[in-house]
């Protein structure tokens, strides 16, 4: 089988793409906007794409042709913080995606809890596994119209880890309990893990 992109139209694209490059991480990008009211967002479109910098890419799209709160925070404040979510918060992460106005606190609605972070404006989520504070290093528009996109890069500056995460210099997965996100509201566990040497 055979598929021409060009014959599909944008929601078939974004599921073929999410399905087959899947599992994705689920991140919830929190940030603060311009009145003070935290924000967030469940992300599947966020990835590290470089070490030197440490860079993490965000794609942001529209919602009802208008920008999302998320991007237009980062345009704001200048930063965001990335958030690793375990599988007892997962629920509560994905219940910030509601169509809620821009004068709600998702992260106090949906039962998480706001800290301070240290390097950046926006707040830490205190429920997460991990949560980095990154500060916008490269913005750039892909597209027009409806199908406009905003790409983010922000630098990692700090990294908080719940205590048993980082051993011997790496993250344990069997401790992350991380999410992965198959497309069409299915989701995985990483609840096993094989070990495969690369040569």
Same mark, same amino acid.
């Given at each position: 089988?055979?598929?021409?992109?060009?014959?599909?139209?944008?929601?078939?694209?974004?599921?073929?793409?999410?399905?087959?490059?899947? %599992?994705?991480?689920?991140?919830?990008?929190?940030?603060?906007?311009?009145?003070?009211?935290?924000?967030?967002?469940?992300?599947?479109?966020?990835?590290?794409?470089? =070490?030197?910098? %440490?860079? @993490?890419?965000?794609?942001?799209?529209?919602?009802?042709? #208008?920008?999302?709160?998320?991007?237009?925070? @980062?345009? =704001?404040?200048?930063?965001?913080?990335?958030? @690793?979510?375990?599988?007892?918060?997962?629920?509560?992460?994905?219940?910030?995606?509601?169509?809620? %106005?821009?004068?709600?606190?998702?992260?106090?609605?949906?039962?998480?809890?706001?800290?301070?972070?240290?390097?950046?404006?926006?707040?830490?989520?205190?429920?997460?596994?991990?949560?980095?504070?990154?500060?916008?290093?490269?913005?750039?528009?892909?597209?027009?119209?409806?199908?406009?996109?905003?790409?983010?890069?922000?630098?990692?500056?700090?990294?908080?880890? #719940?205590?048993?995460?980082?051993?011997?210099? #790496?993250?344990?997965?069997?401790?992350?309990?991380?999410?992965?996100?198959?497309?069409?509201?299915?989701?995985?566990?990483?609840?096993?893990?094989?070990?495969?040497?690369?040569?």
């Amino acid at each position: 089988m055979k598929i021409e992109m060009s014959s599909l139209d944008q929601k078939k694209v974004h599921a073929l793409l999410i399905g087959a490059i899947s %599992p994705l991480p689920v991140t919830l990008i929190s940030t603060i906007g311009e009145d003070g009211i935290h924000n967030a967002a469940p992300f599947s479109l966020a990835f590290p794409i470089s =070490y030197k910098p %440490p860079l @993490i890419c965000v794609s942001i799209g529209l919602r009802g042709g #208008k920008m999302k709160d998320t991007g237009r925070n @980062i345009d =704001y404040t200048k930063d965001f913080v990335v958030n @690793i979510m375990g599988e007892d918060s997962i629920k509560q992460a994905m219940r910030t995606a509601g169509n809620y %106005p821009s004068d709600v606190d998702e992260i106090k609605k949906v039962g998480l809890t706001a800290t301070a972070a240290e390097r950046v404006k926006s707040p830490l989520v205190a429920e997460a596994q991990v949560s980095m504070e990154c500060k916008l290093y490269q913005r750039h528009e892909i597209g027009e119209g409806n199908d406009l996109r905003l790409i983010v890069y922000g630098e990692v500056l700090l990294v908080h880890l #719940k205590e048993g995460l980082w051993v011997s210099g #790496k993250i344990k997965p069997s401790a992350l309990k991380a999410v992965g996100y198959l497309g069409h509201d299915k989701y995985c566990r990483t609840v096993e893990v094989m070990s495969l040497k690369r040569s």
